[in-house]
C-alpha cells in the first residue's frame, strides 16, 4: 500500500533532548517549539500573561552575572532552586507580581534557555506549555512549516512531561492533513498522551522531575504547570529576547 | 512521601539514540544492550543460533572493503539494501544458511553496527531482539549491573520497534526490586509497549521503518523480527568481535 503524502505535508517531529537537536534541525526554515513544563517554559507564559515586557534567555551562569550587574532583573536557576544571590528563579508563581509589567527580565534555568540557545538559528523559535497549548497548536496550523517540537528534557536526558505536552499538541495537529505523515517521535508522544490526558497529574506521579519538585515541596508549581489555556500569547524569540 | 531506594539499586535506562549515548554513559561499569530490530540485532541473533563463530561489526564501508579483500564473507546493508558487490546485508534469512557454520562474518549496517561502536568501551555489551529476549531479560536479572538500553533508531532519530522492545525488556525486569526505580525513559517505552504488546505488528503498521521495509517488500523479515524467543544465546562483544 502506498502512503498517500500531499504534495504541501510538512514534517511534524519531537526532539527528545537538546543534544538531538542537531539530528532534527535540516533547515532554518522550520518552527522550533521549546518545552519545559517544569517549569520554564511554563514560567515564560506566565511572565508575558502578566505584562512583562521581554524575556532574554541566557543558558550560561556567567551571562546571568553580567546581566545583573548592569541593573537588570535576573532570574536564575538550577537544580530546581533559585539561585543564591538572584532575584527569583522559575517558578510561574514569580511571575505573577505586579512589578514585572512593562519589565525585560533575563533568565537562565537548568534546561529551558539551553534548549532554546541550541536552537535560536532556526527562522521561528517559540515558546510553548500547557498554559498556552491552544494559542501554540493555532499558530502553528496557521503557519503551514515543519515543526520541531523540542523537549528541554532532564540535563539532556529523555523527560515524561515534556514528551506529554509534545504529544498533546500532536494529537491536535494531526487532524491537519498537511502533518498526518507522523515520525516515529511523535507517534510516540500522541500514544503516551492518550493514555496519560484523562489525568496527567497521576499519570506524571512516578517520573523523575515530579519527584524532584516533590521533594522541593513545589506541589503547586506543578498543579499549576498542567493548567491548560490561562494565556493566548505566544511568545517568540526575536533578535536576543522573547518578545509577543 | 518519600521514595523507598534499596541500597543496591541499579539504573535501568532507554537511550533512544546513539547520538544520546555519552549523555547515559556515566562509567563502565554498565551493561549495554544493542537494539536494532529492524534487522541488525535480529540477524546478529539469527546467526548465533544458526552456529556461526563470530560476527565482526564495522561501521564504515571502508572497513568493510577492506575485510573484503582480505577474504572475509561480509554483510554490508545502507537504507534497507544489500549494497552492491557485498555477500549479504542485514536479512535475518540470509543467515539460516548452513555454510555460515563456524565462520567469521563481517557485518556493518546503516544504524546497528554504529551503536555497537559508540557502545564498545563499557564493560559489557549484548545484543539484544526479539528472537532473543527472555535469554537477554535473564542474563540481566542475573549480572546486577546498571543496564543502557540503546535502540540504535534510524539515523540517530528515535524509531518505534527498538523502543517496543525496549519496554518489553523493562516491563519484565522492574519486577526486580533492584530495578524498580524506572527512569522517565523506560517508564515511557515500558507504557508504550504495554499498549502494543497484544499485537505488535499493527501497532507498528504507521511506523517510518516499518514502511520503508514493506517498500522493500520486506513483510516476511518484518514479521520474522517480531517473533520471541527462537534462540536461548546472548551474543556478546569481546575484543573486536560479537562471540557466544
Known amino acids: ?17 537538546p543534544a538531538l537537536f542537531p539530528v532534527y534541525y535540516q533547515s532554518k526554515d522550520c518552527i522550533v517549539v521549546i518545552i519545559d513544563i517544569f517549569r520554564a517554559t ?3 507564559c506566565t511572565a508575558f500573561e502578566h505584562g512583562v515586557n521581554s524575556i532574554i534567555p541566557v543558558a550560561s551562569m556567567e ?11 535576573v532570574a536564575a536557576e538550577r537544580n530546581g532552586e533559585i539561585v543564591d544571590g538572584f532575584d527569583m528563579g522559575n ?3 514569580s511571575y505573577m507580581d505586579p512589578g514585572i509589567k512593562g519589565k525585560d527580565i533575563v533568565l537562565t534555568t ?9 536552537a535560536k538559528a532556526a527562522d521561528k523559535v517559540i515558546i510553548g506549555s500547557f498554559l498556552n497549548i491552544s494559542a501554540v497548536i493555532n499558530y502553528l496550523n496557521k503557519q503551514n512549516k515543519n515543526v520541531i517540537l523540542l523537549c528541554a ?5 529523555f523527560n515524561m512531561e515534556d514528551t506529554l505536552f509534545a504529544g498533546a499538541v500532536i494529537k491536535k495537529l494531526s487532524q491537519n492533513p498537511i502533518f498526518s505523515g507522523l515520525a516515529d517521535s511523535s507517534l510516540a508522544a500522541m500514544e503516551l498522551y492518550k493514555q496519560a490526558e484523562s489525568d496527567l497529574n497521576s499519570f506524571l506521579a512516578n517520573t523523575s522531575h515530579r519527584r524532584r519538585l516533590e521533594k522541593l515541596d513545589l506541589d ?4 499549576y504547570c498542567l493548567r491548560m489555556d490561562l494565556s493566548d500569547k505566544v511568545p517568540t524569540f ?3 529576547a522573547l518578545s509577543l
Open 63 to 73: 551571562e546571568a552575572k553580567e546581566y545583573k550587574q548592569k541593573g537588570y532583573i
Open 110 to 118: 537548568t534546561n529551558g534557555t539551553k534548549a532554546i540557545e541550541r
Open 220 to 223: 503547586k508549581d506543578i498543579e
Open 91 to 93: 517558578s510561574p508563581f
Open 238 to 240: 526575536k533578535g536576543n
Open 1 to 17: 500500500m502506498e502512503t498517500f503524502e500531499l504534495p504541501h505535508q510538512r514534517k511534524l517531529e519531537v526532539c527528545y533532548s
Open 153 to 157: 528534557g532532564w540535563k539532556d536526558r
Open 42 to 44: 511554563s514560567a515564560i
